[in-house]
Antibody, heavy 115, light 105 residues
């Protein structure tokens, strides 16, 4: 059974960093495209980043330079390192597998940026 | 940057047909997908490549695409279909539409 479980969210102060994790089971992260999508409270979905099976990456213009996507094959886990967090980064962050569309999603982890 | 426009809301009576549109430049060639998101839940893929339905998605969900507009149609709408629906496409990056709240009255 395919499963994605995010962790690492929480309350952080503006300017701080945070690393999110997404543990996968039922498939292999490094042979798939994997992505992060976020959703601010009461708002729509916003694509954040993707890592392709060849290891190349892409980022949304609004976040480029402040986030880094990576993966660990030994742990079958996807990561999102976020830097210089701002209040507007407050959102639920979802990881998702990308095949024909974003076909499996995790339950999300809430990141709150506030002083 | 690429944008996808959706109507904010659509209302439908139980058993009737709901149609949700998604407009974007040259959308036909951009692998349009649709997602259903119920309150407090993660999104679920209901249509990919504009017209294809993943396994496990009820047949009442269908997709079409013509020119710059993709349409998600829910035939025989049920109360359980009340949710937010998002279109999504790829145009050098991944883009989500603005979302449509479907209310089953």
């Amino acid at each position: 059974e395919v499963q994605l479980v995010e962790s690492g969210g929480g309350l952080v102060q503006p300017g701080e960093s945070l690393r999110l994790s997404c543990a996968a089971s039922g498939f292999t992260v490094i042979t798939n495209y994997m992505s992060w999508v976020r959703q601010a409270p009461g708002k729509g979905l916003e694509w954040v980043s993707i890592i392709y099976s060849d290891g190349s990456t892409s980022y949304a213009d609004s976040l480029r330079g402040r986030v880094t996507i990576s993966r660990d094959s030994s742990k079958n886990t996807l990561y999102l390192q976020m830097y210089s967090l701002r209040a507007e980064d407050t959102a639920v962050y979802y990881c998702a597998r990308v095949r024909e569309g974003f076909d499996f999603w995790g339950q999300g982890t809430l990141v709150t940026v506030s002083s | 940057s690429y944008e996808l426009a959706q109507p904010p809301s659509v209302s439908v009576s139980p058993g009737q047909t709901a149609s949700i549109t998604c407009s974007g430049d040259e959308l036909r060639g951009k692998y349009a997908c649709w997602y259903q998101q119920k309150p407090g839940q993660s999104p679920v893929l209901v249509i990919y490549q504009g017209t294809k339905r993943p396994s496990g998605i009820p047949e009442r969900f269908s997709g079409s695409i013509s020119g710059n507009t993709a349409t998600l149609t829910i035939s025989g709408t049920q109360a359980m279909d009340e949710a937010d629906y998002y279109c999504q496409a790829w145009d050098s990056t991944y883009v989500f539409g603005t979302g449509t709240k479907v209310t089953v009255l």
